[in-house]
């Protein structure tokens, strides 16, 4: 079984650029994740897809971060400008369900300059 | 604001110790617990998962539920060098839907 997918593995931009993230999940997974992992903390939920619809966006800046599921398949994740405090490690996660155990892709580092 | 906590180490233990990693979580509906094992500059990968309270026991990996305390545990026995890594407590919150959301993580050094 194929993993999740994703890229690029690295991104290096200066402050106030945007960039885009991609994610492929394991076929057949609904619910698709992305988390921002600041060095030294846990995973922190920006947005969460049920099939192609948002369930949870809570936490997702919105004046600067967009997500889009097309077809319920593959993701990306917009940053839109970019700023210092956003370097971290981007995180694409997928599951059958939202009650199921999560599977990670290897994630995007991000460095904002 | 629905919380999931651990003590961010790090532990240490010696080669062949039981390491004891702890999580506490503020919903009491929580359903579903995770433990996930992350290396450093890696991403977070599941060790074990439980839903019913009690000890639910993998190989060496020994995860433990008390709902009425809100309270998960992760032991590690005959422990290993290779079993450095943060560990991730991970609960499965209820808001009308299931989200997952991650304590901060304890660093395991293990020491040969």
């Known amino acids: 079984e194929a993993g999740v997918a994703q890229s690029p593995r690295y991104k290096i931009i200066e402050k106030r650029q945007s960039v885009a993230f991609w994610c492929n999940p394991i076929?057949?997974?609904?619910?698709l994740y992305w988390y921002q992992q600041i060095l030294g903390q846990g995973p922190k939920l920006l947005i969460q897809?049920?099939?192609?619809?948002?369930?949870?966006d809570s936490q997702l800046p919105k004046d600067r971060f967009s997500a889009e599921r097309l077809k319920g398949v593959d993701s990306t994740l917009k940053i839109q400008p970019a700023k210092l405090e956003d370097s971290a490690v981007y995180l694409c996660?997928?599951?059958?369900?939202?009650?199921?155990?999560?599977?990670f892709g290897n994630g995007t580092r991000l460095t904002v300059t | 604001q629905k919380e999931v906590e651990q003590n961010s180490g790090p532990l240490s233990v010696p080669e062949g110790a039981i390491a004891s990693l702890n999580c506490t979580y503020s919903?009491?509906?929580?359903?579903?617990f995770f433990w996930y094992r992350q290396y450093s500059g890696k991403s977070p990968e599941l060790i074990m998962f439980?839903?019913?309270?009690g000890d639910k026991e993998d190989g060496r990996f020994t995860a433990q539920l008390n709902k009425a305390s809100q309270y998960v545990s992760l032991l590690i026995r005959d422990s290993q060098p290779s079993d450095s890594a943060t560990y991730l407590c991970?609960?499965?919150?209820?808001?009308?839907?299931?989200?997952?959301?991650f304590g901060k993580g304890t660093m395991l050094l293990v020491s040969p």
């Open positions: 439980i839903y019913s309270n």
């Open positions: 919903d009491r509906g929580s359903q579903s």
């Open positions: 897809f049920q099939n192609n619809g948002v369930v949870d």
């Open positions: 076929s057949g997974h609904a619910t």
């Open positions: 991970a609960v499965n919150m209820n808001s009308g839907y299931s989200t997952l959301t």
């Open positions: 996660a997928s599951s059958q369900s939202s009650s199921s155990p999560l599977h």
